[in-house]
């Protein structure tokens, strides 16, 4: 098997009966985003972290599967590590979300050695930010070196910790703008694509039906369009990524462009110690 062949997943076993669930998960979640989208295109992230890259490989090219689905594009990890070895694994034509917390150390590597990554939903510091454009800057020297393919900007949200609990990453309200005007003035290899927030649980859960008003979402939306007028943009230029599995209807009812639902596609996740980055093909 060559190394390109592997790189596509031409090599990995997929489990029919195992795609087929995932399809008809990813299915009704996505049928449950239109409902309550009113016409707008809602971006959904697949959370894929601390399962193999054999269910991501099942929903991204269901023809190895056997299905009549089209393919998903959007998977994230939470893991710096754990993306890196997927896309390693993968079709280079997955888009790459970034969404746990990033340690700055780990921001150089991951945009140099991930071409595909699409987006870091998780910046919350100019350091973080600095880092990543590094990484994306050795990135396109190299791949000019190469005369390859270029690779575009990388597109980063800035997290904001609405909720205002210490547990929680993200950067303060007041301080929002600020990131946002040094990704803007000083990353020239990145994109500021709007803002993030991870709400409290117990604001998701009081709110968590379609005409549910959560205050993290109503507050990431202010903060949006304050950096908005401060950037001299039109609000609809910055997206607002907000919701999960268990409040996604309730974001997008308040303007969520981008939802990120892992468990009601996937199913419960095993223990980070007992995640297998591949699953083999079982002996007969």
């Known amino acids: 098997m060559s190394e390109q062949a592997a790189a596509?997943?031409?090599?990995?076993?997929?489990?029919p009966q195992r795609a087929k669930l995932l399809a008809e998960n990813l299915n009704r979640v996505t049928q449950?985003?239109?409902?309550?989208?009113?016409?707008?295109?809602?971006?959904?992230i697949a959370v894929s972290k601390l399962k193999p890259a054999?269910?991501?490989?099942?929903?991204?090219?269901p023809s190895s599967s056997h299905s009549s689905s089209p393919g998903h594009l959007d998977?994230?990890?939470?893991?710096?590590?754990?993306?890196?070895?997927?896309?390693?694994?993968?079709p280079c034509s997955i888009r790459w979300h970034m969404i746990g917390a990033l340690q700055t150390n780990k921001c150089k590597p991951l945009a140099e050695q991930v071409a595909n990554l699409y987006c870091v939903s998780s910046v919350d510091t100019?350091?973080?930010?600095?880092?990543?454009e590094k990484g994306r800057a050795a990135l396109a020297e190299r791949l000019a070196s190469q005369s390859s393919e270029g690779v575009g900007n990388l597109r980063v949200l800035v997290q904001v910790n609405t909720s205002g609990e210490e547990s929680k990453s993200g950067v303060e309200l007041s301080e929002a703008v600020e990131l946002c005007k040094h990704v803007r003035e000083k990353c020239a290899h990145l994109q500021l694509a709007g803002l993030m927030t991870i709400g409290a649980i117990a604001r998701s859960q009081e709110a968590s039906g379609p005409d549910g008003v959560n205050e993290?979402?109503?507050?990431l939306r202010s903060t949006r369009d304050k950096v908005a007028e401060a950037l001299g943009v039109e609000?609809?230029?910055?997206?607002?990524?907000?919701?999960?599995?268990?409040?996604f209807e309730a974001a997008i009812g308040q303007g969520s462009d981008e939802v990120r639902v892992g468990t009601t596609i996937f199913g419960d996740?095993?223990?980070?110690?007992?995640a297998k980055l591949k699953e083999e093909r079982a002996e007969t």
């Open 269 to 274: 996740r095993p223990a980070r110690k007992d």
């Open 8 to 15: 596509n997943g031409e090599d990995m076993h997929i489990d």
């Open 235 to 247: 609000k609809e230029e910055l997206e607002l990524s907000m919701g999960m599995s268990s409040d």
């Open 32 to 44: 449950r985003i239109q409902s309550v989208s009113n016409g707008r295109k809602v971006r959904l």
């Open 216 to 219: 993290d979402f109503v507050a």
């Open 54 to 61: 054999n269910d991501i490989l099942a929903l991204h090219n």
């Open 126 to 132: 100019a350091k973080k930010a600095d880092a990543l």
């Open 75 to 90: 998977f994230g990890e939470n893991y710096a590590q754990e993306l890196t070895e997927k896309s390693h694994l993968l």
